[in-house]
């Protein structure tokens, strides 16, 4: 017998991109960034800026902007609300958790994902895995030292 279980939370995971994607958070200026990264997709037109705030090697504030589509901004969203808080360490594993997602890898190896798990399902649509991916590369390359980024 089949159950309503799967397209509920497939319904309720549309809702928590949709309302990430209209009330983004991290969008408040931050009074210093310790670092920062510009992150774009040419080929469909996701553009990124992202701004970390550090104090004791945890991530005070995160500041977001992007352009693009509901994936994509509400991706951001997501990174600037789930990343607040966490360890360099920490917030590294978040970002190769939902990389491994994406490639259908096991990634097992984290738990605190909150929303996050609200983008597993784009990797059923693998022109879409890169919109979701932009604002955790762009996060990575900060991270790096590097300015700018483009992926395609």
Same mark, same amino acid.
């Given at each position: 017998?089949?159950?309503?279980?799967?397209?509920?939370?497939?319904?309720?995971?549309?809702?928590?991109?949709?309302?990430?994607?209209?009330?983004?958070?991290?969008?408040?200026?931050?009074?210093?960034?310790?670092?920062?990264?510009?992150?774009?997709?040419?080929?469909?037109?996701?553009?990124?800026?992202?701004?970390?705030?550090?104090?004791?090697?945890?991530?005070?504030?995160?500041?977001?902007?992007?352009?693009?589509?509901?994936?994509?901004?509400?991706?951001?969203?997501?990174?600037? +609300?789930?990343?607040?808080?966490?360890? @360099? &360490?920490?917030? !590294? *594993?978040?970002?190769?958790?939902? =990389? #491994?997602?994406?490639?259908?890898?096991?990634?097992?190896?984290?738990? +605190?994902?909150?929303?996050?798990?609200? @983008? &597993?399902?784009? !990797? *059923?649509?693998?022109?879409?895995? =890169? #919109?979701?991916?932009?604002?955790?590369?762009?996060?990575?390359?900060?991270?790096?030292?590097?300015?700018?980024?483009?992926?395609?």
């Amino acid at each position: 017998m089949q159950t309503k279980t799967m397209p509920q939370l497939n319904e309720l995971y549309r809702e928590i991109i949709l309302e990430h994607y209209r009330k983004p958070c991290g969008r408040e200026p931050l009074d210093k960034v310790d670092y920062h990264a510009e992150g774009t997709n040419p080929l469909c037109g996701d553009e990124v800026k992202i701004g970390l705030q550090i104090k004791n090697n945890k991530i005070e504030k995160v500041y977001t902007e992007g352009h693009g589509c509901s994936i994509s901004i509400a991706s951001g969203s997501i990174l600037a +609300d789930i990343l607040r808080g966490k360890t @360099l &360490e920490e917030a !590294k *594993k978040i970002s190769e958790y939902l =990389k #491994c997602t994406m490639q259908w890898k096991n990634n097992n190896f984290c738990d +605190d994902v909150g929303d996050l798990r609200a @983008l &597993e399902g784009v !990797k *059923k649509f693998p022109v879409r895995i =890169k #919109c979701a991916l932009l604002p955790w590369t762009t996060f990575e390359e900060a991270l790096m030292g590097h300015d700018r980024i483009e992926i395609s």
